[in-house]
């Protein structure tokens, strides 16, 4: 980001707090089902708001305006979550076709994931309902693949990332809202990206 946003006011910063031990509360949660749809929900917000915010800031950085909108604290507090300067749009759009088709996919016993996505090639964990029936994964495959080309104009090819299943709720706030990745400094200091836990699992980290 070209500037370092100031402090957010004290009611941002326990609404900040909030999430993020709302996010830990459901994550822990008993009820399997309960953690996904949890992640689902935080993860179609993320899609929605994220390409928005890429193309909100190219608006602001071509009329010279991006300081000035940064120096609030509520503008450069979203623009440091969601990291929209260096979001990879193409990732974006590949997760928002996984996304329109995710029902499907698991209507049909199946998990999917975007691990990678650049260049016209796309990297999904996809698990079917019997991993070891191919006719089950080419069917998910293909609905994939009709998914990220309507997505995608530039889409060439989906690799499939090694059978595993897809990360566990806990484990997937990489491209979630990672509310955890922006801290305050000491003293009042400008916000500084990173959730200091080293293991990636927020975009700081990455």
């Known amino acids: 980001m070209t500037g370092s946003p100031v402090t957010p006011p004290p009611d941002v910063i326990a609404a900040l707090d909030q999430v993020d031990d709302l996010v830990r509360r459901f994550a822990e949660h008993a009820d399997e089902a309960v953690q996904e749809a949890v992640v689902g929900l935080l993860r179609a917000v993320d899609v929605l708001h994220r390409g928005a915010l890429g193309r909100l800031r190219a608006f602001l950085d071509d009329r010279s305006l991006l300081d000035e909108a940064v120096a609030d604290p509520h503008v450069g507090l ?38 990678v996505a650049e260049g016209g090639v796309v990297n999904v964990r996809l698990l079917a309902a019997d991993d070891g029936d191919s006719a089950s994964t080419a069917a998910l495959r293909a609905l994939v693949e009709d998914a990220l080309r309507a997505e995608l104009p530039e889409f060439a090819t ?40 080293g293991g990636g699992g927020c975009s700081g980290c990455r």
Do not use: H, N, W
């Open 158 to 197: 989906m690799d499939l990332a090694p059978s595993s299943a897809p990360s566990k709720p806990e484990d997937t706030q990489r491209g979630l809202i990672p509310v955890s990745s922006v801290t305050v400094g000491s003293g009042g200091g400008p916000l500084r990206s990173g959730c200091g836990s």
């Open 78 to 115: 979203l623009f440091e979550l969601y990291e929209a300067q260096e979001e990879d749009d193409e990732r974006s759009r590949a997760e928002a076709a996984v996304e329109r088709i995710r029902a499907a996919v698991e209507a049909r016993g199946g998990r999917i994931e975007v691990v």
